[in-house]
């Protein structure tokens, strides 16, 4: 199997950057590596004030793939105590043939992301008012942009993280905007 050293360091940066984002307070290089070594040194630290067991991990798994676009998911989770752990997913988009990443705006055609983001904003309010959320949610719960997108069999599916549009109890919602309102909008190779 051939592989390809720009697209493994690229996912390794990405898979780092990730999982620091809910690192303890122990110095760490920046490496996978060195991120086990700190979650691990304060697991230790604090393993006489818990008797509950800490736990990191993550994965990688190919979401898709459309022409030269390579769509990669990335899951971690972080438990350190408490209530409940810190799951993550982040979206991971990989040119094949500049090999390069991109981002949400690289999908987008340019001069677009504000009529995108209005499609965006329409799909969170169809989606409160799907769920019957009430103003009190709607007021505590607002829209907010994310990069972490990917293509599935309906549409360009914004994702959310716990904690970014909704309470950790409902989960990671989804935003799918479908093909046909995205014409002219994300660059027509994707679509």
Known sequence: ????????????????????????????????????????ADASDMAMASRQGWELNASIKR??????????????????????????????????????ALGLDDLLEPGQQEAFWELARSRHQQWLDEENLDQAFRDSWPFDRTDNAYFSKNGLVLHYNVYHIAPYAMGQPELTIPYEKLDGIVRGKYL
């Open 1 to 40: 199997m051939r592989t390809n050293r720009p697209l493994n360091d690229a996912i390794t940066t990405q898979l780092a950057g990730m999982l620091v984002q809910n690192q303890g307070s122990s110095p760490h290089d920046g490496t996978i590596e060195g991120l086990v070594d700190a979650f691990l």
């Open 63 to 100: 979401q898709g793939r459309r022409g030269d676009l390579l769509t990669l998911r990335l899951d971690s989770y972080e438990y350190t105590g408490g209530a409940h752990g810190q799951p993550g997913v982040q979206y991971f988009h990989w040119d094949l043939a500049r090999q390069q």
